[in-house]
């Protein structure tokens, strides 16, 4: 991808940034974030998506793109989660490469333009892989490490270890990503590792929050970890079937050491084994129960059809869709 097409317009970057709580740290982001796109050789439009943030966020980014005509800014009405945050960005992203990341500064935005470079050579997924994250505590990394151990061996699609939230992916990518990866329950760093295409990785070194705190509390995060297992594997649905195979295996010897045990005893002596037998079929019968709940809350949520988001209002932004099968509508600015 070339700096200029042959009408001499230059190559347009998209930036989108998920936006919540994030009044200390935007900032900071933006001083050093604009520098570096003023000096990248490519055109830009920055999006920032206020996440239905409840601090002075969306009256700082109205500020920006007050005095940044490059800057779009896209309200949701509520909070809608970080995931619908970034397809809602990619979704109003009109340039030739979108690279998404966070507002806190632990997505260096001095690898943009490394990744720009990457882009011009014909690239296009960049993964940003993590190598250290000293800001996370050590239950943080246990349990990250945790759940990538688990999805790899739960998937048929594997997933890098630390891949995160910042990426790049060229035009024709993106635009995958907004006709057909829809879905309300979404793990949108796993469809980024699964789209395939000419790919490269970078390796960077998270750095610390520029201020405030995660808004990932463990309770989030195992629920987000739960949808991501749905969405990416149905082997947690086919433990019926090994449960009752174990289940008819032990049955068959249950059955063997009663009748040594009337033979040898003249009466099976077996009350404990039965009340044993009983409670660990009933805690798979319940485990199966809950995890098939799992599933069909999932389906639930597809089967709705509710939006993604909604955008309550916009700046400096034309048209946006938060359906990708119905015509843009144009939405009130802030």
Not at 23 to 30: A, G, H, T, Y
Not at 97 to 117: F, S, T
Not at 141 to 158: E, I
Request: glycine content about 8%.
């Amino acid at each position: 991808m070339d700096k200029t097409d042959g009408s001499n317009r230059r190559s347009r970057l998209s930036l989108v940034v998920s936006v919540f709580n994030e009044e200390e740290s935007l900032p900071l982001f933006r001083d050093e974030t604009e520098a570096i796109l003023n000096d990248c050789g490519w055109d830009y439009e920055l999006i920032y998506v206020n996440d239905g943030s409840g601090d002075g966020s969306a009256v700082l980014l109205n500020r920006m793109a007050a005095e940044n005509p490059r800057v779009k800014v896209l309200h949701f009405s509520r909070n809608f989660g970080h995931e619908a945050a970034m397809i809602a960005g990619i979704d109003c992203a009109e340039g030739d490469a979108v690279i998404c990341m966070d507002a806190d500064l632990q997505h260096p935005p001095r690898y943009i333009p490394k990744m720009l470079v990457l882009f011009e050579a014909g690239t296009d997924v960049i993964h940003m892989v993590r190598t250290a994250n000293r800001s996370a505590g050590f239950l943080k990394n246990l349990t990250s490490a945790g759940f990538y151990a688990v999805m790899n061996t739960l998937s048929g699609t594997r997933l890098r270890k630390n891949e995160s939230d910042f990426f790049g992916l060229s035009a024709r990518t993106a635009e995958i990503l907004r006709r057909d990866y829809r879905e309300r329950v979404r793990f949108l760093r796993g469809y980024v590792q699964s789209l395939g295409f000419p790919s490269e990785t970078l390796y960077y070194e998270a750095g610390r929050r520029a201020a405030g705190h995660s808004k990932y509390s463990i309770r989030r995060l195992l629920r987000f970890s739960m949808n991501t297992i749905m969405s990416f594997s149905d082997l947690p649905l086919r433990l019926g079937i090994y449960a009752g195979a174990c289940s008819a295996l032990l049955g068959v010897l249950i059955l063997f050491y009663s009748l040594v045990m009337k033979v040898k005893n003249g009466a099976p002596d077996g009350y404990t084994t039965l009340i044993v037998v009983i409670c660990f079929m009933f805690a798979v019968l319940f485990l199966l129960v809950g995890i098939i709940g799992q599933y069909i809350g999932v389906l639930f949520q597809e089967v709705k059809g509710r939006p993604i988001y909604l955008i309550e209002s916009a700046v400096n932004v034309g048209t946006v869709s938060t359906d990708r099968t119905a015509p843009k509508k144009k939405i009130p600015e802030a």
